[in-house]
């Protein structure tokens, strides 16, 4: 911790910290886990945000790609700290805009019942993209989290916070986010350059 941060910690000040996770999933059977992602981001919209909801679908996604490990092929964070609550929801805004803006990250949230998905071709990548931002210090997150072990850590603390209510923010992106829609490893490559191999 620099001298900045004790002092701050010192008189007083709440530390805030944003994270973002990228986890890629790879194999044939990952295409059921789309499934939980968009019935998640549906519940997420119809609470409009509201932070107990958030927080529950953040739960189980997390608990979905803990269930998928098998299928995990790379991973990468990114994060910073912050004392000043405006600076930390700026980071936020910058985080959510750029995954929203990401390749195939947008969900089709209509819920009509036309998902045949016998003539839909099935995608065999998965790239789930988590930001949050929490108060405190939680060092399972706020560190490399391209390895296994700790994202597996990384993952079982994100569903800790929940319960311990210390979420500010919680932003769930995926790509692809519809249902026939498929990634490539050359689009991953151009669009998640940040990846590391697990």
Known sequence: MSIGDRINEFIGKTRYVVSRIFVHLEGEEVAPFLGILNQNARRAVDADGEMDTMGECL?????GLLQYEFYWKS?????????????????????????????????????DEENDGLSLPVTDNIIVMITVAFEGEVPEIETDLAQRDSLKDGLKALISLHYKQRYRAIAIHFSPARLGEQLNSEQILINFSELIPL
């Open 59 to 63: 739960v189980n996604i997390c608990e």
């Open 75 to 111: 991973a990468s964070n990114e994060g910073d700290v912050f004392w000043n609550e405006g600076d930390a929801g700026d980071y936020v805004t910058e985080l959510f805009t750029d995954s929203a803006q990401r390749y195939l990250s947008q969900p089709d949230l209509e819920d």
